[in-house]
């Protein structure tokens, strides 16, 4: 089966509305000079301030999808009501964006986001007809401690509680060993496509082998222009999440070039 290549840039808290302004022109004008069944899906995730200054590129072949996307960073379950700070996902979708990321490592570790919470904001996201974005990843000490594929298969299993096949399906999980994150110290392609492997195996366990064949599966950590092309010749790496190469126009083009021999369809 055919999986259409996810190239997503993660801003994290980065760029205000000048600067994600210019960085979007660049990489809107690259990815124009394409048609959509020449290039990945490329998502980008700007801070929320500045989701007016971005938009999403629709595909020139009538398929109703876009050549560019645009993720809120994070998400809240509930539609409205008193939860200072948040966001919901009506507001990111009236806001233009058709993919949020959600269970970023960042997130559990600095906002205390547990697997349930998780759990809620995937299925508010795809009630709300957006794609969840579900990270998962082991640190430094589980992986050395030979937990790591415990650690994944839970929290996919637990992101994934409750959601339909048909949603499973729709959806994108991203691999980001935490201790790869920023590091410069990228995940070897072989290992991390073992570990992919192992996340699509939990999802037929939970969602059955079509959910399985068909969810996206990316990796993140130091992903950089010399580093992709290995990690997209992989069987069950279909795209990259990334942060620090993703604030430079020039690098994340460069990134969805070196992806494109990779691509062939559209849907
Ligand atoms: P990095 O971040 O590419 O800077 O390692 C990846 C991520 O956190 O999504």
């Known amino acids: 089966m055919s999986r259409k290549p996810i190239i997503a840039g993660n801003w994290k808290m980065n760029l205000c509305q000048s600067e994600a ?22 998502v980008i995730a700007p801070v929320f ?7 999403s590129i629709p595909c020139d072949c009538g398929c109703g999808g876009n050549k560019l996307s645009v993720a809120g960073q994070n998400c809240h379950w509930e539609a409205s009501g008193a939860y200072t700070g948040e966001i919901s996902v009506e507001m990111l979708k009236d806001a233009g964006c058709s993919f949020v990321i959600i269970g970023h490592s960042e997130r559990r570790q600095y906002f205390s986001e547990s697997d349930e919470m998780i759990n809620k904001k ?4 795809l009630a709300g007809g957006l794609t969840p974005i579900i990270c998962c990843g082991e640190s430094l000490e589980q992986r050395e401690s030979g937990a790591t594929d415990e650690w994944i298969a839970s929290q996919i299993r637990a992101a994934l509680s409750g959601i339909s096949s048909e949603d499973v399906s729709k959806s994108v999980i991203a691999y980001e060993p935490i201790w790869a994150i920023g590091t410069g110290k990228s995940c070897d392609a072989d290992e991390a496509n073992r570990v992919c492997k192992m996340i699509r195996s939990v999802v037929s366990e939970v969602a059955g082998s079509s959910a399985a064949d068909s969810i996206r599966i990316l990796y993140g950590g130091s992903v950089k222009p010399s580093t ?40």
């Open 49 to 55: 301030t500045s989701l007016c200054c971005v938009h």
């Open 122 to 125: 995937a299925k508010a996201i």
């Open 21 to 42: 302004k210019s960085l979007f022109d660049g990489i809107s004008s690259f990815v124009s000079n394409y048609k959509a069944t020449e290039l990945p899906c490329v």
């Open 228 to 267: 992709i092309e290995e990690q997209m010749s992989k069987s069950d790496i279909d795209g990259a999440l990334i942060g620090g190469a993703s604030l430079k126009a020039d690098s994340f083009n460069e990134i969805i070039e070196k992806t494109m021999k990779s691509c062939t369809c559209c849907a």
